[in-house]
């Protein structure tokens, strides 16, 4: 058995891994590359590998990152088993066809525009093409074994986000863990992850290994923040991501509303995708923290935006208000066209509440940029720019070593670090040299393990 690191090797974005066993290929992950451009540009060059004796899919949870090749692998042909759990394929039903609307409406601003070095610009995959592709998933439960060629595989909850698993994959004894994205055993709303079995080798993700969550009071920080926008009469904007960032950050805001830490200002949650997977959520309650009854008080306490005229309304609003679109490291989506208007204004703030990879507009403007390219403009940025770190879903370089102790894992066991930028993936080595038995080497891009 063959193992073959096609994505997020030394980078946060791209995860893909393909086990090759005899006649039997299948991915773990297919996952779409975001940030600097030459990662992205890998989107567009061909596989390392004959999509068509590609036998299965499987995926760990339903971030883009990890999700977002698949329709284009549908539009090269692919018509095998994409396996997940049950509410990784509710979200992808949400995420895919948005990513590939989304792309067709940059094609098309691009081409309006004469934006692109393209005469006809064109997406990656669109829309249709992604809800086509929706036809191979094949929902599971955690624990639920099913077959590959010579595999067992089952996925074993991660916390993270709904549908978050760790693939467990067993080759005729040589039994090989795929962490996915771990959550944190504290988080607000998931629940935490569950210790891996035995293995023989484990990839694990590093994408907060050179990082320590803050001790902050969360709700603190964001009260503090949206007073401070409220007392100057400016907008708060909030980039964020569709899945777990969104909803956490409507219970933390109704929350302060409904104690009174803030003042009753409108809340608006101006992405389609975000409201669809707010009612994911109660949907499935044994995965998070969340009562019903307050799955249900998110609903009311937010004014959703649905359609493309909701949203440009909301440039009419004079008084204070606050503002939740996607994407969460501003890499696309509607939160472009608020920053695009409100960024130029001094009483505006941008709040980024997690991580931002390398090459995105959320990392210039965190790193302290003073413009950001969008749509091909650059736009000035006199806005406060705050950054809450405490909300993140993946568990950092502490909380990983605490997992990997927790597990039944030998000492000696191969850890492979990946799904982190080089400066993180080499901390988080170091760290686990340093305070647990395990030995863990960061791979390189297509490197190639035989097992």
């Known amino acids: 058995m063959k193992?073959?690191?096609?994505?997020?090797?030394?980078?946060?974005?791209?995860?893909?891994?393909?086990?090759e066993d005899g006649d039997c290929n299948f991915l773990v992950d297919c996952g779409l590359y975001q940030g600097y451009k030459w990662l992205r540009e890998r989107n567009w060059q061909p596989q390392a590998f004959d999509i068509g004796r590609l036998d299965a899919v499987v995926l760990t949870h339903a971030h883009i990152d990890h999700s977002g090749y698949i329709p284009r692998l549908y539009q090269q042909g692919y018509r095998g088993p994409?396996?997940?759990?049950?509410?990784?394929?509710?979200?992808?039903?949400?995420?895919?066809?948005?990513?590939?609307?989304?792309?067709?409406e940059d094609a098309r601003f691009y081409a309006r525009h004469k934006l692109s070095k393209h005469t006809h610009p064109e997406p990656l995959y669109d829309g249709e093409t992604a809800e086509r592709s929706m036809e191979l998933f094949q929902p599971l439960d955690f624990g639920q074994e099913f077959s590959i060629g010579n595999s067992r595989v089952h996925l074993q909850p991660a916390g993270h986000i709904l549908g978050a698993g760790s693939a467990i994959v067993d080759n005729n004894g040589t039994r090989v863990g795929f962490s996915g994205d771990v959550g944190r055993p504290n988080d607000l709303i998931m629940r935490?992850?569950?210790?891996?079995?035995?293995?023989?080798?484990?990839?694990?993700?590093?994408?907060?290994?050179?990082?320590?969550?803050?001790?902050?009071?969360?709700?603190?920080?964001?009260?503090?923040?949206?007073?401070?926008?409220?007392?100057h009469g400016g907008v708060l904007l909030i980039p964020s991501f569709a899945v777990g960032r969104a909803q956490a950050l409507q219970?933390?805001?109704?929350?302060l509303m409904d104690s009174g830490d803030i003042p009753e200002l409108p809340i608006y949650l101006d992405s389609p995708m975000a409201i669809d997977v707010t009612d994911l959520y109660c949907q499935y309650a044994d995965q998070h923290r969340l009562s019903p009854a307050e799955c249900q008080h998110m609903h009311r306490g937010?004014?959703?935006?649905?359609?493309?005229?909701e949203s440009k309304a909301l440039e009419n609003i004079q008084y204070p208000h606050i503002i939740i679109a996607g994407?969460?490291?501003?890499?696309?989506?509607?939160?472009?066209?608020?920053?695009k208007r409100l960024l130029p204004d001094h009483h505006t703030t941008l709040l980024f509440c997690g991580y931002q990879a390398g090459g995105?507009?959320?990392?210039?403007?965190?790193?302290g940029g003073t413009t950001v390219k969008i749509h091909g403009e650059q736009v000035p940025c006199r806005a406060q720019v705050e950054m809450i770190e405490g909300m993140s879903a993946h568990a950092d370089y502490r909380e990983l070593g605490a997992w990997l102790q927790q597990s039944q894992m030998q000492a000696d066991t191969p850890v492979q670090l990946v799904h982190g930028?080089?400066?993180?993936?080499?901390?988080?080595?170091?760290?686990?040299?340093e305070h647990t038995n395990f030995h863990p080497i960061v791979p390189e891009y297509r490197q190639v393990l035989h097992l």
């Open 3 to 19: 193992l073959i690191f096609l994505g997020a090797t030394q980078t946060v974005t791209g995860s893909k891994f393909l086990i």
């Open 360 to 367: 995105t507009r959320g990392a210039r403007l965190t790193g």
């Open 327 to 339: 994407s969460g490291m501003a890499t696309g989506g509607r939160i472009l066209h608020h920053m």
């Open 302 to 309: 937010i004014i959703y935006t649905h359609s493309v005229d």
């Open 192 to 231: 935490p992850p569950q210790p891996l079995p035995e293995l023989d080798l484990l990839l694990m993700e590093s994408t907060y290994g050179n990082r320590r969550h803050p001790q902050v009071d969360v709700h603190h920080e964001l009260a503090r923040v949206v007073n401070e926008t409220a007392s």
């Open 82 to 104: 994409v396996y997940c759990h049950r509410a990784t394929r509710d979200l992808c039903g949400i995420l895919l066809p948005d990513s590939g609307r989304i792309q067709e």
């Open 251 to 255: 219970y933390l805001l109704v929350t």
């Open 421 to 433: 930028e080089p400066d993180a993936a080499d901390a988080l080595r170091f760290y686990l040299k």
